[in-house]
């Protein structure tokens, strides 16, 4: 069964500081791994997506992510944080079997400090 | 740019009643889904839906809700009899190809 750990539920930085979001995750193929932003009381919008090829991706509002098969990670950083990245994270896992469903991570609140 | 919309955006009904939540996925997607967040917990999936059938469900998609695509622009989830403990955000979904999902902003609903 597919699975995904989030080991930071909150995480406080402050703005202009660097920033990473650890991800790990449990499939038994080869995954494909979403990150996912949540505003408070809003819905999920896609930051960025790895399916194959180059484990660096780039996403939307400066934000990247680096898949890492040996250790199963998918962790989000992003060099300088804004106020306006506060934000609930979420780090997903799907494929294009299973129908396609994801699962998702417990998510981590990110505080941006002035 | 194309997005998922979800009426309406909350919902308040009493406990037993039943409830219809419903979307419009991106026009050219064949790949539906329902996810719900409990309030302050992660997403969950519910249900996915291609080529007018459930492809697959969770074990809380249980024999109180149904799925359905009337037409073919909209994607509904009903809830037969509500319990409180389905007071949640449901989130609707659609994909094509199947693996990328777009979300649409989500329906609160409150059972009472």
């Known amino acids: 069964a597919q699975s995904v750990t989030q080991p930071d539920i909150h995480i406080t930085v402050s703005e202009g500081a660097s920033l990473e979001l650890r991800c790990n995750y449990s499939?038994?193929?080869?995954?494909?791994l979403f990150w996912y932003v949540q505003s408070p009381g809003q819905g999920l919008q896609l930051l960025l997506k790895?399916?194959?090829?180059?484990?660096l991706v780039q996403g939307i509002k400066g934000f990247e992510a680096e898949f890492k098969r040996s250790q199963s990670s998918f962790n989000l950083r992003k060099p300088s944080v804004h106020w306006s990245d506060a934000a609930e994270y979420f780090c997903?896992?799907?494929?294009?079997?299973?129908?396609?469903?994801?699962?998702f991570g417990d998510g981590t609140t990110l505080t941006v400090k002035p | 740019e194309p997005e998922v919309t979800q009426t309406p955006s909350h919902q308040v009904t009493q406990m037993g009643q039943e409830v219809i939540l419903r979307c419009v996925p991106i026009?050219?997607?064949?790949?539906f889904y329902w996810y719900r967040q409990i309030l302050g917990q992660k997403v969950e999936f519910l249900v996915s839906?291609?080529?007018?059938?459930?492809?697959?469900k969770s074990e809380i998609f249980d024999d109180q809700f149904s799925v359905e695509r009337p037409d073919g622009s909209n994607f509904t989830l009903k809830i037969r009899s509500t319990k409180l403990e389905d007071s949640a955000m449901y989130f609707c979904?659609?994909?094509?190809?199947?693996?990328?999902?777009?979300f649409g902003p989500g329906t609160r609903l409150l059972v009472l």
């Open positions: 979904a659609s994909g094509q190809p199947v693996e990328t999902q777009y």
């Open positions: 499939y038994g193929a080869t995954p494909y």
């Open positions: 790895y399916f194959s090829g180059d484990t």
């Open positions: 997903a896992v799907g494929s294009n079997t299973n129908a396609g469903k994801s699962t």
């Open positions: 026009s050219n997607h064949l790949y």
């Open positions: 839906f291609y080529n007018n059938e459930i492809s697959e």
